[in-house]
C-alpha cells in the first residue's frame, strides 16, 4: 500500500494528547505499531505537568526506538482545542488549560527531536480519509464524539484548517435556552449530545446514576423509556447540526467516531432517519461508523510525521488527498 524498497529500521513517533490518556506509539512506513505505549494526562496538575508528561512520553519513545535499532526520522504530536498547524501553537485547549503555546519547539528543545504538530479530531479524520472509512472521497466530515464533540472537514479532498478553528461542531447552538457549555454558550450540541451529556441527562432524568453513555445505550436496547427519551434527543440535536453542515459544506460521506458512535446502528439509524427528514435539495451524504477507533488520532500523528519529512499521503492513497 505505501511506497516499497524503503530502508528499513525507520520509523516515527506517534502521539495522540487526549484528555485522559495519551496514546504513544512507534510506528513504520505503513503505519504499523512497531510499539505501542498508553500513559495518563496528569491533566489535574495543569498545563505544564501535562507538558513534562509529552516530553517524557516522547523520550521514552525514542529510548525504545534505539534500543530496537530504529531510525526515529520526525515525531508528530496531536492535541485537542484550537490547534494552528501552520503556526505550529497549541491556540487554546479547555481541556488541558493551555493558552497560544509554541507546542513544536518547546518539545523540540526538550526532547531534541523534530515535532510535527497537530489537531487531534483533524489528524483522526484525516487517518480515516488515507486507511479507515472514508478512503477515497473527496467531501468528508469526520465527526468525533466523547466528552466533547469536534468535527473534521475534508473539502475537496483538503483538510480544512482556517487557524485551526475550523469543524467546531459541538459548538453549534441546537437548544436556544438549552444548559450552559464549558464555551461561555448556551445550549451547544456538546451539551446534548456527548457522551457525558447522554449519560448526564439520564441521570438528571431518572435519579439513577450511570457509569457512561455505553450504559444507557444498553438500557435503550433493554427498552427503558427514560433512556429511549434521552437517546432519540442526542440523536435529533446530532442530525439537526449535521443537517446545517450538510447544507454548508455538502460532504459525500459523514463518519461518526468516538465513543458514542460504539453504539453503532443504535446512533446511526435515528441519526440517519432524522437527518434524512431535514435535507431537501442538498447533497445527501452517506452516514457511516468510524473503523479505526481510538487509534485514529494516533495514526493520524504518524501520518503527519512522516508528510513531515517528504512522504506524502498522496502516494499510498487513491490520490484524493492532497497534503
Ligand atoms: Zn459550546
Not at 496514546?23 to 513534562?52: H, I, N
Not at 520526525?74 to 498547524?85: N, T
Request: net charge negative; proline share 4%.
Amino acid at each position: 500500500m505505501f511506497s516499497e524498497g524503503r530502508e528499513a529500521g525507520e520509523c516515527v513517533i506517534a502521539l495522540d494528547v487526549g484528555g485522559t490518556a495519551m496514546k504513544g506509539a512507534l510506528l513504520d512506513r505503513e503505519l504499523r505499531p512497531l510499539l505501542t505505549m498508553r500513559r495518563p494526562t496528569p491533566r489535574a496538575a495543569g498545563p505544564d505537568a501535562v507538558l513534562d508528561e509529552i516530553a517524557a512520553t516522547l523520550t521514552e519513545l525514542a529510548r525504545q526506538a534505539s534500543l530496537r535499532q530504529l531510525t526515529v526520522r520526525q515525531a508528530g504530536v496531536v492535541v485537542p482545542g484550537i490547534v494552528d498547524e501552520d503556526l505550529a501553537r497549541a491556540v487554546y485547549s479547555a481541556n488541558i488549560g493551555w493558552r497560544d503555546l509554541a507546542l513544536a519547539e518547546l518539545l523540540e528543545q526538550r526532547t531534541a527531536l523534530p515535532v510535527v504538530l497537530g489537531h487531534d479530531v483533524r489528524a483522526g479524520g484525516y487517518a480515516e480519509a488515507v486507511l479507515g472509512a472514508a478512503r477515497g472521497a473527496r467531501d468528508v466530515l469526520f465527526v468525533a464524539i466523547g466528552t466533547g464533540i469536534a468535527a473534521a472537514v475534508i473539502s475537496d479532498g483538503r483538510p480544512l484548517r482556517a487557524g485551526g478553528y475550523a469543524g467546531e461542531l459541538g459548538h453549534l447552538v441546537v437548544e436556544s435556552d438549552g444548559a450552559p457549555c464549558g464555551c461561555g454558550a448556551r445550549g451547544c450540541l456538546e451539551t446534548v449530545a456527548s457522551a457525558s451529556a447522554v449519560a448526564a441527562a439520564y441521570t438528571v432524568r431518572t435519579g439513577r446514576a450511570v457509569e457512561g453513555a455505553d450504559q444507557v445505550a444498553a438500557l435503550v436496547e433493554y427498552g427503558d423509556p427514560d433512556a429511549r427519551a434521552v437517546w432519540q434527543r442526542a440523536a435529533g440535536a446530532l442530525a439537526g447540526a449535521l443537517a446545517v453542515a450538510s447544507t454548508l459544506l455538502a460532504p459525500e460521506l459523514i463518519v461518526l467516531g468516538g465513543g458514542l458512535a460504539e453504539a453503532d446502528d443504535l446512533l446511526l439509524e435515528p441519526v440517519r432517519a432524522a437527518l434524512a427528514e431535514q435535507l431537501t435539495f442538498q447533497r445527501r451524504p452517506r452516514l457511516v461508523r468510524a473503523v479505526l477507533g481510538d487509534e485514529a488520532g494516533c495514526l493520524g500523528a504518524g501520518l503527519h510525521a512522516w508528510q513531515a519529512v517528504g512522504e506524502s499521503a498522496t502516494t499510498f492513497t487513491t490520490g484524493a488527498l492532497a497534503p
